[in-house]
RNA sequence: GGGCGAAUAGCUCAGUUGGUUAGAGCGCACGGUUCACAUCCGUGAGGUCCGGGGUUCGAGUCCCUGUUCGCCCA
C-alpha cells in the first residue's frame, strides 16, 4: 500500500486502521514463512455465538504481540484460529430464538433442529473474523478451523474409540450433577458452588419396636422422601445402641436402617444423618458401602416423581414447603434454624444443580493424569505464572473422573451404537454403524447424547493440525509453542489438552502455559451485562483506536493476576499513539528532500560517526539499551513491562530530549552535522516502530510506510538487534540534563516567564569539555540567551547578584538574575540544599565509619558509599562558599 | 476446612541474587500562543513500603506472626 505526502496534524486511529489489515492478509503475511524452527500458537476459539468483549481483546493483545514479534523474528510463524461450538451455550442461543416463535425443540425434532443449528452458525461464522480483524489478529485464515468440522469430528470420535479400546471410557450409573434448567448432565467444574443462607431443619425418625426417636439434621428436607437409612458415626457413644436397629421414614413409612458408618461428622447436628443415596454425593457413597437401595425422587426436569407421594409433580422448593409443613403437623419436626450452605449451580444459567444418579459416559482420569502430572513436575509443561503449578497438581491429584456425556443435541454425538438385538455397543470412528461388532445384526441405535464441548477442546491443538491424519501440518507445528489462555479455564482446558496431548500424540501439546486474568473495571468489579460496567470493545476501539486499547491492556497489570481498564487508560495510550505520530511528522519534515541511507537489508542504516553529536550518540546507546531490555522482557513473558519501558524511552528520551536537542543541528550550520542528525533521526523511529509494532500494529504500519525503506511491509521487517552501547555519551548527555534541570527549575521558582532568554554561566570541572560542545543545545532547552552562555571549568569570580545551583559536586551553574532574585529566598533554599548535603555526608560518613560495614559489605558497595561521601562534603563544602558569598 | 495471591504516592503498577537517598504512568497544583504534538510543553507537591517480632553490618526485598481484601478447591 502507497501512504505518500504530509500526513495529517492528528492521530485519527479509525481512518489508518481500516486500511492495514486486509492489507497484510491479502499480502500473505499471516501465513507462516520461510525455514527454521516455527513458532506456533493455536488461538483459544472463541464461542460462535459471543460478543466480542474484553476477555477477546485481552488474548488477541497478548498473542498478536508475540506472534507478531515472533514472526519479526524471522521465525516461520503460525497462529491458527477457530470456533468453538459451544455446547449448552450455542444450543440454548436457538432454543431461545425458538422459543420467541412459540416452538420448542421437541417440536422440531432433533434433525430440523440442528438443520436450524447450522444455519445459525453459519450466519455467525463470519463474525469472529470480523472481531479478531478489528482488534489486528495476525492470525492464519486459511487454516480457521471449527470444532464441529469434519476433521475435529473425527478426530473427536477416533479419540473416543481409542480411550474406549483402553478401558479409559466406560459407561456407568453414578451420582452426577443435574441442571433441571438445561436438562442435561455437568461435569463436576460446570457447577458453580456459592454460600447461601437458608435453614437446617431437625427431623425426628421413629425408632422402631420403641417409644423412641433419634433426630436427624438436614439442609434439604425434601430429599427425605429418598431416605433409605440412617447413619451416625461409629465411634459416636450416644447412638452405639441403635446402630443395627430401625427407623420408620415419615410421610412414606419406609423402614430404614441405622448404621455407623465414618463418613458421618458427628458435629453436624444431631450427629446423625439422614441417607438419600440417589441425591447426595456422601449419601451415595455410603449407600455403595452399605448396599443401600437408591431412591430416585425427582424428575429431571426439577419436579419430583411417583416416588414423592402426595407430592409428584411438585416443583423441589414446592415439594420442600409441604415436606416440612406436614412433618411439622404430624409432630416430626423438631426444630428449624438458619444456616448457610454451599449450594451447587449450573455455571451456564444459575440454576440450582441437582445431584441424582443417571446412566452416563465417563472417561477414567487416573491412567491419564498421572502422564500430566509427571510433564509438570518436570519442567515440560511450565506456567506462566509459575504458581499456578502448584494448583494445578493439587487439583490434578485429586480429580474425579470426568462426565463427558451431555444430553443436549448440539454437539459432537457419542459415537456409540446399540445393538437391538443382543445389547452390545459398537463404537466407531465412522459416521455411522451398520452392523453390530458382536453379532453382526443391522438394527441399531446411536447413543442420543453428545459430548461435553471440552472433549472436543481437549483435542485442539492436534485436531486442528489434521489429527489423526498424519499431516504435513502435524508434523511440522505440533507442539506448539506457547498455548496462551485464561486461568479461569486451567483445569476446564488446559489440563484436558496436557493430559490428550500426552495420550494421543506421545508429547505434551506445548512447552509453556501463559495464563492471563481477567479484566476488570476501573473499581476492580468483574465487567458484566447485568451490572451494566463493561467496556465495549467496539465502542473503544472505534473511538481511540485498537493500538490503543491493545496496549491499555497490556500495560494494565502483571501476567496472571486480573487488570482494571478505565477508558481514561485507554485515551492515554491513544496520546501516545498520537505522540509517535507527532514525532514522525516532525522527523519527516526534518527529513524532507534529504536521501537517508540504507543498510544492505534495506533497513535505515545507522548513522556513521562522522559529524554524530553527543545527543546522537546517546540516543543511539539509550536505543540499545532499550532494544535489549524489550528483547529480554519479551522473552520472559514481560508484556506489560516491555509495553511501559517502550512508552518511556519514546516520550521520555526520544521525544523529550532528542527531538528537542536536534532543533539544535537542524538548524545549524554544520552541514555534516545535520546529515548526521538526520540520520539518527530516521534510524532511531525506524527502530522504534519496529519495537512497537507488536504492540500497536496499525499505526506503526502506517508510519512506517511514510519513511524511507526498501522492504514490503513492518509486519515483516526484521526485529531490531541491540547495538553497542556509549557510556560516555550517556553519563555526558544526562549531566547535561541535569544542567537544563536545574535551570528550568531554577526559573520556574523565580517566576522567570518561559519567553524570557536569560544568561548564565557554567563552571563544570572535569566535564567542561564535554558542555562546551553542547552550549547551543543547553541554551536552547533551557532558554539561556544563546551569546551569554559562558562554560568554562572553573569560575573563580562568579558574576554579581547570580543564583547559584550545584548540579553536580563539581558542576554549578549561575544565573545572574539581578533583580529578580530575593536574597533572602536564595540563602534559604542553599541553607536547605545545604542541610540535605551535610545529612547525605553525615549518613555516608556514618555507615563508613562502622567497622562491620566495611569489613563485611562487598567491595563495590563500599566504594560507591565512599564516592557518594567525597561527592557529598564537595558539594557541602560549594554551598558554604555561596551562603558566605552571598 | 485446605491452598494461592495481593497489600508500596490520590489511582494503576515497577522495584533483580538483601546494598542503605523507593521509581514510572495517570491524576493533582502552578506556569506556558518555543515553527512535531494543547491528544501538548515545563516545573512541582505527594510515600510509617499493612501492623508486630526476628535474621543481618544493612530489610520494601528473607523468616515468623497477625490484620484486611480477592480468588481457587472441598
Request: charged share 25%; net charge negative; with cysteine.
Amino acid at each position: 500500500m502507497q501512504t505518500t505526502g504530509e500526513i495529517a496534524r492528528t492521530y485519527r486511529p479509525n481512518e489508518v486502521e481500516s486500511r492495514w489489515y486486509d492489507w497484510w492478509d491479502h499480502h500473505g503475511y499471516f501465513a507462516p514463512r520461510g525455514t527454521g524452527e516455527p513458532f506456533v500458537i493455536i488461538m483459544p476459539p472463541p464461542n460462535v455465538t459471543g460478543e466480542l468483549h474484553m476477555g477477546h481483546a485481552l488474548f488477541v493483545a497478548v498473542e498478536d504481540i508475540l506472534v507478531r514479534w515472533r514472526r519479526m523474528q524471522g521465525r516461520p510463524t503460525l497462529w491458527l484460529p477457530g470456533a468453538d461450538h459451544a455446547g449448552i451455550g450455542g444450543q440454548w442461543v436457538v432454543e431461545r430464538e425458538l422459543l420467541e416463535e412459540g416452538v420448542t425443540r421437541q417440536d422440531l425434532g432433533r434433525e430440523r433442529f440442528l438443520k436450524r443449528m447450522w444455519t445459525f452458525m453459519d450466519q455467525y461464522r463470519g463474525r469472529i473474523r470480523e472481531q479478531l480483524r478489528i482488534l489486528g489478529a495476525s492470525c492464519d485464515w486459511s487454516r480457521f478451523t471449527f470444532t464441529m468440522d469434519p476433521g475435529p469430528a473425527r478426530a473427536v470420535r477416533t479419540a473416543f474409540r481409542q480411550l474406549y479400546d483402553k478401558g479409559l471410557i466406560y459407561r456407568g450409573k453414578r451420582l452426577i450433577n443435574w441442571c433441571p434448567r438445561c436438562r442435561t448432565v455437568l461435569s463436576d467444574l460446570e457447577v458453580d458452588h456459592e454460600e447461601e443462607q437458608s435453614s437446617l431443619w431437625t427431623i425426628r425418625y421413629p425408632i422402631e419396636g420403641t417409644d423412641r426417636f433419634i433426630e436427624v439434621a438436614t439442609t434439604r428436607p425434601e430429599t427425605m422422601l429418598g431416605d433409605t437409612a440412617v447413619a451416625v458415626h461409629p465411634d459416636d457413644e450416644r447412638y452405639r445402641d441403635l446402630v443395627g436397629r430401625s427407623a420408620t421414614l415419615p410421610i412414606i413409612g419406609r423402614t430404614l436402617p441405622i448404621l455407623a458408618d465414618p463418613a458421618v461428622d458427628p458435629e453436624f447436628g444431631t450427629g446423625a444423618v439422614k441417607v438419600t443415596p440417589a441425591h447426595d454425593p456422601n449419601d451415595f457413597e455410603i449407600g455403595q458401602r452399605h448396599g443401600l437401595p437408591a431412591v430416585n425422587v425427582m424428575n429431571l426436569d426439577g419436579t419430583m416423581n411417583e416416588n414423592a407421594a402426595e407430592f409428584e409433580g411438585r416443583t423441589i422448593s414446592e415439594a420442600r414447603k409441604g415436606v416440612v409443613a406436614r412433618l411439622e403437623r404430624e409432630g416430626y419436626l423438631v426444630r428449624t434454624e438458619p444456616h448457610t450452605l454451599s449450594v451447587g449451580r449450573c455455571d451456564r444459567c444459575g440454576t440450582v444443580v441437582e445431584p441424582m444418579i443417571s446412566e452416563q459416559w465417563f472417561v477414567r482420569m487416573a491412567p491419564l493424569n498421572a502422564p500430566a502430572l509427571r510433564a509438570v513436575q518436570e519442567g515440560r509443561v511450565r506456567f506462566i505464572p509459575e504458581r499456578f503449578r502448584s494448583a494445578y497438581v493439587s487439583w490434578v491429584e485429586h480429580e474425579h473422573d470426568w462426565c463427558i456425556s451431555r444430553q443436549l443435541w448440539w454437539g459432537h454425538r457419542i459415537p456409540v451404537w446399540y445393538c437391538d438385538e443382543c445389547g452390545e455397543a459398537t463404537v466407531s470412528v465412522e459416521q455411522s454403524v451398520e452392523r453390530c461388532e458382536r453379532c453382526g445384526g443391522t438394527s441399531l441405535h446411536q447413543d442420543p447424547d453428545v459430548l461435553d464441548t471440552w472433549f472436543s477442546a481437549a483435542l485442539w491443538p492436534f485436531s486442528t493440525l489434521g489429527w489423526p491424519d498424519e499431516t504435513e501440518d502435524l508434523e511440522r507445528y505440533y507442539p506448539s509453542s506457547v498455548m496462551e489462555t485464561g486461568y479461569d479455564i486451567l483445569f476446564l482446558w488446559v489440563h484436558r489438552m496436557i493430559f490428550s496431548g500426552l495420550e494421543f500424540m506421545g508429547q505434551a501439546p506445548f512447552p509453556d502455559v501463559y495464563l492471563h486474568g481477567q479484566v476488570r473495571d476501573a473499581q476492580g468489579q468483574r465487567m458484566s451485562k447485568s451490572k451494566g460496567n463493561g467496556i465495549d470493545p467496539t465502542i473503544v476501539t472505534a473511538e481511540y483506536g485498537s493500538d490503543a486499547l491493545r496496549l491499555a491492556l497490556v500495560t494494565a497489570g502483571p501476567v496472571g493476576s486480573d487488570l482494571k481498564l478505565s477508558v481514561q487508560r485507554v485515551e492515554s495510550m491513544r496520546n501516545f499513539a498520537n505522540k509517535i505520530w507527532n514525532a514522525t511528522r516532525y522527523v519527516l519534515r526534518a527529513t524532507a528532500g534529504v536521501e537517508i541511507e540504507l543498510a544492505d537489508d534495506g533497513s535505515i542504516a545507522p548513522p556513521g560517526e562522522d559529524g554524530s553529536s553527543l545527543a546522537d550518540r546517546w540516543i543511539l546507546s539509550r536505543l540499545s539499551a532499550t532494544t535489549s531490555e524489550v528483547t529480554g522482557m519479551l522473552e520472559r513473558y514481560q508484556l506489560n513491562e516491555a509495553g511501559r519501558r517502550l512508552y518511556e524511552f519514546v516520550w521520555s528520551e526520544y521525544c523529550d530530549w532528542y527531538l528537542e536537542a536536534t532543533k539544535v543541528a537542524l538548524g545549524g550550520t554544520n552541514e555534516t552535522a545535520r546529515r548526521s542528525t538526520q540520520q539518527t533521526l530516521v534510524y532511531v523511529l525506524d527502530r522504534i516502530l519496529r519495537l512497537l509494532h507488536p504492540f500497536m500494529p496499525f499505526v506503526t504500519e502506517e508510519l512506517w510506510h511514510h519513511l524511507p525503506h526498501r522492504g514490503d511491509a513492518l509486519i515483516v521487517a526484521p526485529w531490531p538487534e541491540p547495538g553497542e552501547r556509549d557510556e560516555r555519551a550517556e553519563r555526558e548527555f544526562e549531566l547535561l540534563i541535569e544542567v537544563v534541570r536545574s535551570v528550568r527549575n531554577a526559573r520556574a521558582e523565580h517566576d522567570v516567564p518561559p519567553a524570557r532568554l536569560i544568561p548564565a554561566t557554567i563552571a563544570a570541572g572535569t566535564a567542561a569539555d564535554a558542555l562546551l560542545g553542547q552550549a547551543d543545545v543547553i541554551s536552547r532547552l533551557a532558554r539561556i540567551e544563546p551569546g551569554s552562555l559562558e562554560i568554562q571549568s572553573e569560575v573563580t569570580s562568579p558574576p554579581e547578584d547570580a543564583l547559584s545551583l550545584v548540579v553536580a559536586s563539581d558542576v554549578q551553574v549561575y544565573l545572574p538574575l539581578a533583580g529578580m532574585v530575593d536574597p533572602e529566598e536564595q540563602r534559604r533554599r542553599l541553607e536547605a540544599d545545604l542541610a540535605a548535603a551535610r545529612s547525605e555526608a553525615e549518613r555516608a560518613r556514618g555507615l563508613l565509619s562502622n567497622e562491620q560495614f566495611t569489613r563485611r559489605a562487598p567491595e563495590h558497595v563500599v566504594e560507591r558509599e565512599r564516592a557518594r561521601l567525597a561527592v557529598a562534603e564537595e558539594r557541602a563544602r560549594l554551598l558554604e562558599d555561596r551562603l558566605s558569598a552571598l
